[in-house]
């Protein structure tokens, strides 16, 4: 890792209390100074989160993005491409069809992306609807438009001029 050297100025109290911490834990003033400022900045992206997230959202905004359940959402979309005929059990179709439920009601979604999701909830119920033991009938809508998610999932995360403007954990 290549590293770099920042010169700042300190108070003579400061520096004193620094040789001090450095004596009592045998350790270089350099490497308290770095953990020290490594600390603040996790702390200050923590604390400030809402700075860095888009105009108009909370964290409680991007809560469902940083869910288990949206990450598997969109994994799911993408084996369906891959995989159309994998099998699911109806209690997997039932926490998609809510969580889609969920998305429909959600502020950073848009309407072109409601409409994707809204093929796949359609077809989840009505695979649903005919449920008779195994999930084998679910026909993923031809009609999905993956570009637009992946336009979407993009936009999510980067403004028109590719700064990250949403930071997930």
Same mark, same amino acid.
């Given at each position: 890792m290549k590293t770099s050297i920042i010169n700042t100025?300190?108070?003579?109290?400061? *520096?004193?209390?620094?040789e001090i911490l450095s004596q009592f834990l045998?350790?270089?003033?350099?490497?308290?100074?770095r953990e020290a400022i490594e600390n603040h900045l996790i702390n200050s992206i923590d604390n400030h989160k809402n700075d860095f997230i888009v105009e108009g959202l909370n964290s409680n905004d991007i809560q469902l993005l940083e869910s288990l359940g949206f990450t598997e959402l969109i994994f799911w979309l993408y084996d369906k491409k891959r995989d159309p005929q #994998?099998?699911? #059990?109806?209690?997997?179709?039932?926490?998609?069809? *809510?969580?889609?439920?969920? #998305?429909?009601?959600?502020?950073?979604?848009? =309407?072109?992306?409601? #409409?994707?999701?809204?093929?796949?909830?359609?077809?989840l119920n009505h695979t649903l609807d005919e449920w008779s033991g195994l999930l084998s009938g679910f026909k993923f809508p031809e009609s999905f438009d993956y570009l637009k998610l992946s336009d979407f999932l993009h936009a999510l995360r980067?403004? =028109?001029?590719?700064? *990250?403007?949403i930071h997930i954990k």
């Open positions: 100025r300190i108070s003579s109290s400061l *520096k004193e209390e620094l045998s350790t270089p003033i350099s490497n308290i100074v #994998i099998c699911e #059990i109806a209690e997997f179709y039932e926490f998609l069809i *809510k969580l889609i439920e969920e #998305i429909n009601q959600h502020p950073l979604f848009t =309407d072109e992306i409601l #409409i994707e999701l809204n093929k796949v909830l359609f077809e980067y403004d =028109d001029e590719n700064n *990250k403007v």
